[in-house]
Antibody, heavy 121, light 108 residues
């Protein structure tokens, strides 16, 4: 079945980096883009950025530019999200999500299970 | 950036009620509007895409409408499993997206 499976929870110190993986299966990886969405404890959803699995093009939310890098590995059908210079307010559950095409308004139809990243000294 | 505002922020209702949640965009977004449901500890689930299209497998009691700046999600007859948080999301500014702040639907 179509699914996205993310890597496990992480605990990091302020200033460190974290890299979360998102393994896709059950569909043609390069035919869809992937977005990353995070959710701080008790808060709403925040879109972080987008990567085309076809050509690697990216687009990041302005507030995270300079700290955020998204990549894909088509040989393993895996997307990655790396966030650097972590701060306490980066503590959140991080989700990857597959986006449908523009006819379906780029809706996120498949989501990973989420990865909790805790930033604490 | 396009800002999305949902109302109400929270809502109490009973099983069987008809419920409407509103989402307003800061500028016209045509029909590039999606709705998600999120239950505690779970990933969001797509309900409606492109303002009014029901995602496969989603019960028909869910419906969406609107275009331009004003959109609604309607649940025609609330079921116990519908108590959750609902989010709208715009995709007009693709590939830059924004979510509404969420509407928490609670049992009365």
């Amino acid at each position: 079945q179509v699914q996205l499976v993310q890597s496990g929870a992480e605990v990091k110190k302020p200033g460190a980096s974290v890299k979360v993986s998102c393994k896709a299966s059950g569909y043609t990886f390069t035919s869809y883009s992937i977005s990353w969405v995070r959710q701080a404890p008790g808060q709403g959803l925040e879109w972080m950025g987008w990567i085309s699995a076809y050509n690697g093009n990216t687009n990041y939310v302005q507030k995270l530019q300079g700290r955020l890098t998204m990549t894909t590995d088509t040989s393993t059908t895996t997307a990655y999200m790396e966030l650097r210079s972590l701060r306490s307010d980066d503590t959140a559950v991080y989700y990857c999500a597959r986006a449908l095409d523009i006819v379906a308004a780029d809706a996120f139809d498949i989501w990973g299970q989420g990865t909790l990243v805790t930033v604490s000294s | 950036d396009i800002h999305m505002t949902q109302s109400p922020s929270s809502l109490s209702a009973s099983v069987g009620d008809r419920v409407t949640i509103t989402c307003r965009a800061s500028q016209s977004i045509s029909s590039y509007l999606n709705w998600y449901q999120q239950k505690p500890g779970k990933a969001p689930k797509l309900l409606i895409y492109a303002a009014s299209n029901l995602q496969s497998g989603v019960p028909s009691r869910f419906s969406g409408s609107g275009s331009g700046t004003d959109f609604t999600l309607t649940i025609s007859s609330l079921q116990p499993e519908d108590f959750a948080i609902y989010y709208c999301q715009q995709s007009y500014s693709t590939p830059r997206y924004t979510f509404g702040q969420g509407t928490k639907l609670e049992i009365k």
